[in-house]
C-alpha cells in the first residue's frame, strides 16, 4: 500500500518522482512510510522521524516570550507619547492607538517568521520550530494563526525541540545498518617472547589500532569494544549492556550498567548497547533527552527512539549529555 504521507510516486516532500520500492527519497531523504505503519498525525514517523514534540512548558514559554516582544515596544510607545503631550483625552486615545499599532506590525513579523522558517523570537530563544503536520514544513499563515489563536481546534502544527531531537527541516537519515559500516577489526599482533616488553606493547597497539589499518595482515575480530568518557568510568560492551540511571530488566543474558548522572540528563533505563557482527548496535529507549551518535566525519544522526542503529570504532555517542568514544577492546 503507498504510503499515508508520500505516494509511491512522487516526494511529498520535494517531489521527486520515485519507485514503489524505495524507501527513502534519494533528493531529500524523507522516508515513505507504509500506511500501516502510522498515519498522517502520527509523530514519531514519516516525515517527522526522530522529530522531539516540545513540552508544553516550552511552548508556553515562547509564547509569553513573543507576547512580551510585541507589549514592550507598544507600552514604551504610548509611555513616551503621553510623556511628550500635554494631556488629555485625544492625546491618551492618540498614544493607545500609536500602541495597538506596534502590536500589530509586531505580530504580524512574528507570524512572518514562524510561516518563512519556522521560528518566531520566542521559538529561537527556546530552541525550537513549528511546522506543519503533515509537510514537515513552515505552516502557511492561516495555519498558524489558527494555531495560535484557536488553540482549541484540531492541531495541525507541531512545536519541534531542536534541543532532543531532529530539525524537521534536516533531511531524515536513515539508521544506518551493515551496509554502510564494515567488519570492525584490528590486526592481530607479532608473536613474541612471553613477557616480552615488545610483545606487551604491540598487543596494546593491535587493541588501539583503527579498523581496518592491518587490511595486508591477519585480523582478529573483536571480543568486545569500550565507550569511553571524557570523564567517569569505561564502558565495556561485549554483548547486550542496558545503561542508564538506574537500569532494570528482568533478562538475565543483559548486563546493566549504572551510570553516575547528578544533572539527571539520563533516563532510568536509558539505551541498549549490543556489540554484534562486528558493530556496536545504540537503541534509544524512548528517553528524554535522547541518544546521538556523530561519525568520524562529524555527522550528527539523533536516533530515533526504538530504532536500532549501528556504529563503529571512532564514533562518538551521546546519551544525554555524556559523550562517550568507541573505542576497541580485547581481540577475540
Known amino acids: 500500500m503507498p504510503s499515508a504521507i508520500a505516494g509511491s510516486l512522487s516526494c511529498a516532500r520535494c517531489s521527486l518522482l520515485l519507485t514503489a520500492s524505495e524507501r527513502f527519497c534519494t533528493r531529500c531523504g524523507a522516508p515513505q512510510v507504509p500506511a500501516a505503519a502510522g498515519g498522517a498525525l502520527v509523530t514519531g514517523a514519516g516525515l517527522l522521524a526522530g522529530v522531539a514534540q516540545a513540552t508544553a512548558t516550552r511552548r508556553r514559554t515562547a509564547a509569553l516570550v513573543d507576547v ?4 514592550l515596544p507598544a507600552v514604551a510607545v504610548v509611555a513616551a507619547s503621553v510623556t511628550a503631550a500635554d494631556g488629555g483625552t485625544a492625546t491618551t486615545v492618540g498614544a493607545v492607538l500609536a500602541g495597538v499599532g506596534v502590536v500589530v506590525l509586531v505580530g504580524a513579523a512574528l507570524f512572518v517568521a514562524v510561516t518563512r522558517r519556522g521560528r518566531s523570537v520566542g521559538l529561537l530563544v527556546t530552541r525550537c520550530r513549528r511546522v506543519d503536520l503533515l509537510t514537515a514544513l513552515p505552516p502557511h499563515l492561516g495555519t498558524a494563526l489558527r494555531g495560535a ?5 484540531p492541531h495541525a502544527t507541531l512545536t519541534a525541540d531542536l534541543r532532543r531531537g531532529r530539525d524537521p527541516l534536516d533531511p531524515a537519515l536513515h539508521p544506518l545498518g551493515p551496509e554502510d559500516l564494515g567488519p570492525v577489526v584490528v590486526p592481530r599482533a607479532p608473536a613474541s617472547p612471553p613477557g616480552a616488553p615488545e610483545g606487551r606493547r604491540a598487543a596494546r597497539a593491535a587493541r588501539r589500532a583503527a579498523p581496518g589499518s592491518g587490511a595486508d595482515g591477519d585480523r582478529t575480530p573483536l571480543a568486545d569494544v569500550r565507550l569511553v568518557p571524557t570523564t567517569g568510568d569505561v564502558v565495556v560492551v561485549g554483548g547486550t549492556v542496558l545503561v542508564g540511571r538506574k537500569p532494570e530488566t528482568p533478562d538475565p543474558g543483559v548486563v546493566v550498567h549504572a551510570l553516575p548522572d547528578i544533572a539527571r540528563t539520563l533516563s532510568r533505563n536509558h539505551a541498549v548497547l549490543e556489540w554484534a557482527d562486528g558493530l556496536l548496535w545504540v537503541t534509544d ?6 541518544t546521538t551518535v556523530t561519525a568520524p566525519d562529524g555527522a550528527v544522526q539523533p536516533l530515533v527512539p526504538g530504532q536500532r542503529t549501528a556504529t563503529a570504532i571512532g564514533w562518538h555517542v551521546e546519551l544525554g ?3 562517550y568514544t568507541v573505542t576497541a577492546g580485547d581481540p577475540a
Open 321 to 323: 549529555e555524556r559523550d
Open 285 to 290: 529507549l524512548h528517553t528524554t533527552n535522547g
Open 149 to 153: 489563536l484557536a488553540p482549541w481546534s
Open 68 to 71: 512580551a516582544v510585541a507589549v
